[in-house]
Nanobody, 123 residues
Framework: QVQLIESGGGLAQAGGSLRLSCAASGRTFSNYAMGWFRQTPGKEREFVAAISWSGGSTTYADSVKGRFTISRNNAKITVYLQMNSLKPEDTAVYYC????????????????WGQGTQVTVSS
């Protein structure tokens, strides 16, 4: 079992920045690829970014490429999402997830999910 707790969400203005953190506990964190997903009311949860177990590989949704950066610190068992140049369309609940199958962008491959943190970007 892996427990994931997100933090760092909040309100930002368009063009601003926020940094999300996801603290993990439970099984060996470094065995898991980690991902960030987001969801708005009435829409399906969508992929945002993912990082491999070693941190050596990352992948991003086209909508956030060049603006968001995912990173991880296995010693601190934490994964981060640095969000720059925020846009109102980035407004969503952001979820952290862990994948033992190294699923990266494939949402169905994630085993554990956090409770989510709200990000609101005003224009």
């Amino acid at each position: 079992q892996v427990q994931l707790i997100e933090s760092g969400g909040g309100l930002a203005q368009a063009g601003g920045s926020l940094r999300l953190s996801c603290a993990a506990s439970g099984r060996t964190f470094s065995n898991y690829a980690m991902g960030w997903f987001r969801q708005t009311p009435g829409k399906e949860r969508e992929f945002v970014a993912a990082i491999s177990w070693s941190g050596g590989s990352t992948t991003y949704a086209d909508s956030v490429k060049g603006r968001f950066t995912i990173s991880r610190n296995n010693a601190k068992i934490t994964v981060y999402l640095q969000m720059n140049s925020l846009k109102p369309e980035d407004t969503a609940v952001y979820y952290c997830a862990a994948s033992s199958a190294q699923a990266m962008g494939a949402i169905d491959g994630y085993d554990y999910w956090g409770q989510g943190t709200q990000v609101t970007v005003s224009s």
